[in-house]
């Protein structure tokens, strides 16, 4: 049977520079599932791509979304990675929900989304406090739009509220993170093995 495979999306505001938290957080992440023998590829930065707003797979010329559409259904398990920005999920990280609202109309003939029988898990960080909000939301909108999420779904780090410490400038990770990232990965693979064997009947 081929390698289970992940997409990790990183839902930062910053479309360029310097290693962001997010990146970091991510990093964490595709450590613990390429230990479980799943094969991510490189995290896709939704701020450095041309993608338009909407609610359509396709919003017409320029738009990139089509392409990060197919890489992310391509794979099994989507990574979805944010920062928390005014207690919430950032504004990219809602862009990509509301793209992937179109997958509520393009059901096959049992009823499937195209996410159906596929995994989701979240990667959040931020220097203030919305962790649990940002997942809630995001697993929420997700969910309505065929993902499926794991228990442990979430690996977040929160620092310091308006401290000056970002995650990736951590001189050692949490154990906490560590322990949490081991569970969302194995949880999430185990899953995802599942559902690729006895996908959902529609």
């Known amino acids: 049977?081929?390698?289970?495979?992940a997409t990790a999306i990183n839902c930062s505001l910053s479309a360029r520079g310097r290693k962001s938290s997010t990146d970091a957080m991510l990093a964490v992440l595709t450590e613990h599932f390429e230990a479980e023998g799943?094969?991510?590829?490189?995290?896709?930065?939704?701020?450095?791509?041309?993608i338009k707003w909407g609610v359509t797979?396709?919003?017409g010329a320029g738009d990139e979304?089509?392409?990060?559409?197919?890489a992310i259904l391509a794979s099994d398990i989507l990574i979805f990675g944010t920062p928390i920005w005014m207690g919430q999920a950032s504004s990219?990280?809602?862009?990509?929900?509301?793209?992937?609202?179109?997958?509520?109309?393009?059901?096959?003939?049992?009823?499937?989304m195209p996410s159906f029988s596929k995994v989701a898990v979240?990667?959040?960080?931020?220097?203030?406090?919305?962790a649990h909000n940002a997942s809630s939301q995001i697993f929420q909108a997700l969910?309505?739009?065929?993902?499926?999420?794991?228990?442990?779904a979430a690996c977040y780090w929160v620092g310091e509220a308006m401290g000056s410490v970002d995650?990736?400038?951590?001189?050692?990770?949490?154990?906490?993170?560590?322990?949490?990232?081991?569970?969302?990965?194995?949880?999430?693979?185990?899953?995802?093995?599942?559902?690729?064997?006895?996908?959902?009947?529609g």
């Open 57 to 59: 797979s396709n919003e």
């Open 1 to 5: 049977m081929p390698p289970i495979t």
């Open 38 to 50: 799943v094969r991510v590829g490189k995290p896709i930065r939704i701020a450095a791509r041309s």
């Open 167 to 201: 995650f990736k400038d951590l001189q050692h990770r949490p154990s906490k993170v560590t322990e949490t990232a081991k569970m969302v990965a194995a949880n999430a693979t185990h899953l995802a093995r599942l559902l690729r064997e006895s996908p959902y009947p």
């Open 92 to 112: 990219v990280a809602k862009l990509v929900m509301e793209r992937m609202d179109a997958f509520l109309s393009e059901t096959d003939d049992k009823g499937r």
């Open 122 to 130: 979240a990667a959040i960080v931020g220097n203030e406090d919305g």
């Open 65 to 70: 979304w089509p392409k990060i559409r197919e």
């Open 143 to 152: 969910n309505d739009v065929g993902w499926t999420i794991p228990a442990v």
